[in-house]
């Protein structure tokens, strides 16, 4: 999906091979709702939100638990967020691209926890891609006036 506007993201998009959610929509009059769909495919993750692929067509601004499911975890990475925006996946097995963006980090009710932060902060450092400038720079190459 190509976005010609400006960039808002501030959080580094990354992707973990693997990995899939199962979601349940957030309804207060059914708090007990069962997570619905199963191994939806995750295409990126940042500390702000996620993307994924569904069948389902969920409505925007909808509140969701997202169960997330990363290889060689044996526990899930449960994070509350909201729909933010759905596109049709056209020509693929998947419906629907949804992007979703995690509640704010913290102790009180519908926060998420603030150590799923961190367990974000460590994937991110083992799975987002390096900039290449900055491996350049580490090499000691430098120019040097002889003037």
Known sequence: MEYAGIERRTCI???IP???LSYKKDKAL??????????CPILDISRGGLRYLTQENLKINSNVT???SLPGERV???M???IKWVVINAGKSYKYQVGAQFNPYGEKKG?????????IIALEQKFAPTDKSDTESDKGDFEIDTE
């Open 13 to 15: 998009r990354f992707e």
């Open 18 to 20: 693997g990995a899939t």
């Open 30 to 39: 059914l708090p007990e709702a069962k997570y619905g769909e199963e191994f």
């Open 66 to 68: 997202l169960k997330i």
């Open 76 to 78: 899930p990475l449960v």
């Open 80 to 82: 509350k967020g909201q």
């Open 111 to 119: 926060q998420n926890y603030p150590g799923a932060l961190v367990k």
